[in-house]
């Protein structure tokens, strides 16, 4: 096995993927250097070699509102819409989608979607931003249609770390406030009624919150940071808020902290999810076939001690999972029932 420094990112060459201690060697390079590529479009592993290479690493990760809506821990006609919409993405990987879900454009002979962000450019963003958690790594694969197509990855430590002193002491105690705000920042998503299973998952509520600064499961220090769906930082306005990072996005968003990956088929790219973020700035439109696929695990088994948390941080209390399904529960079932009302009103005035 031969590791490769591409500056914010590696390249392993020489590396069996059917063999799991390499494997789980593998994972433990991704868990540091965040940002791993490994081509093998020559020989190319499937979506099941995948799903169970990431599980040697840790536990499955999947959006906890999507969990808790596939296991019917959310259920009712309110969350109708929302667990199709699962089913359509989970129908396309079948067995794996504990883990794992497709990116892309196609849909199935009844016209419906077989992958997540179907149409348009992606801006920065991490799975789950909202949401504190240990670290977590997405395998991105591409297996058809690719060519022509990139994603760009970008590590936030190397930025961290040339923050001047007064930087430092400040994001290491600001606290993101997550809300919603329905416009995915500068995400050209085309297709926004048929991401509300998604947008879901990220922002359920506003008024979660994150530390700013978070490491990985070696120590590695950087942001979460908030592209989209920021409302503002904990003890500031949220004017004062805006102009504090976009000061720092001007220290982060640079060309030596980013990777691109021009795709061909075959070809993956482990991501983590913690310190760094990743865009497609690709405009998929229809007719693309373009399709890659996503799993996602925790590094707990590599790195105990790094396990999935089980609460969420909201208004400075950690609130437990189940009490946190039932608010968002409460406030699904609030906005279907007010959209019943209107759709009533509007009958009856025709």
Same mark, same amino acid.
């Given at each position: ?31 540091h250097e965040c940002v791993v590529f490994i081509d093998k479009s020559e020989d190319r592993i499937d979506e099941k070699r995948l799903h169970d290479l990431q599980l040697l690493w840790g536990e499955p990760s ?6 808790? *809506? ?11 819409? *929302? ?93 993101? *406030? /997550? ?69 720092? /996005? ?12 021009? /795709? ?18 690709t405009n998929v439109q229809e007719g693309m076939t373009r399709t890659m696929v996503r799993n996602i695990t925790y590094m707990n088994k590599l790195f105990p001690g790094n396990d999935p948390v089980d609460y ?15 608010? *968002? ?22």
């Amino acid at each position: 096995m031969k590791v490769i420094d591409l500056g914010t990112a590696v390249e392993i060459k020489d590396v069996d993927l059917y063999d799991d201690e390499q494997c789980r060697e593998v994972g433990r390079i991704a868990a540091h250097e965040c940002v791993v590529f490994i081509d093998k479009s020559e020989d190319r592993i499937d979506e099941k070699r995948l799903h169970d290479l990431q599980l040697l690493w840790g536990e499955p990760s999947k959006g906890f509102i999507h969990k808790a *809506v596939a296991e019917g821990r959310l259920n009712g006609s309110h969350w109708r819409d *929302v667990k199709l919409y699962i089913g359509y993405i989970a129908n396309a990987i079948k067995d794996y989608a504990d883990t794992m879900s497709r990116v892309s454009f196609l849909r199935d002979d009844k016209n419906r979607p077989t992958g997540l962000f179907t149409t348009g450019r992606l801006d920065w963003h991490c799975d789950q931003q909202s949401k504190v958690d240990s670290q977590r790594i997405i395998g991105l694969m591409s297996l058809f249609g690719s060519e022509g197509s990139q994603t760009t990855f970008l590590r936030t430590s190397e930025a961290y770390e040339a923050l001047n002193p007064e930087d430092k002491t400040m994001v290491d105690e600001l606290i993101t *406030v /997550w809300g919603w705000d329905g416009t995915m920042g500068a995400m050209e998503l085309k297709d926004p009624a048929e991401q509300e299973a998604m947008i879901y998952s990220n922002i359920p509520i506003d008024g979660m919150e994150t530390p700013l600064t978070e490491t990985t499961a070696t120590g590695r220090k950087g942001f979460r940071f908030p592209n989209y769906a920021f409302s503002h930082f904990k003890g500031m306005t949220r004017e004062e808020s805006l102009e504090y990072r976009s000061h720092l /996005w001007s220290l982060v968003n640079r060309p030596e902290y980013v990777y691109t990956r021009d /795709w061909k088929d075959g070809q993956i790219v482990f991501m983590d999810q913690n310190i760094t973020l990743h865009a497609r700035p690709t405009n998929v439109q229809e007719g693309m076939t373009r399709t890659m696929v996503r799993n996602i695990t925790y590094m707990n088994k590599l790195f105990p001690g790094n396990d999935p948390v089980d609460y969420v941080l909201f208004d400075g209390e950690k609130v437990p999972y189940e009490t946190f399904l039932d608010m *968002v529960d409460q406030k699904k079932l609030n906005e279907y029932n007010n959209k019943k009302k209107t759709r009533s009103e509007l009958w009856l005035k025709t």
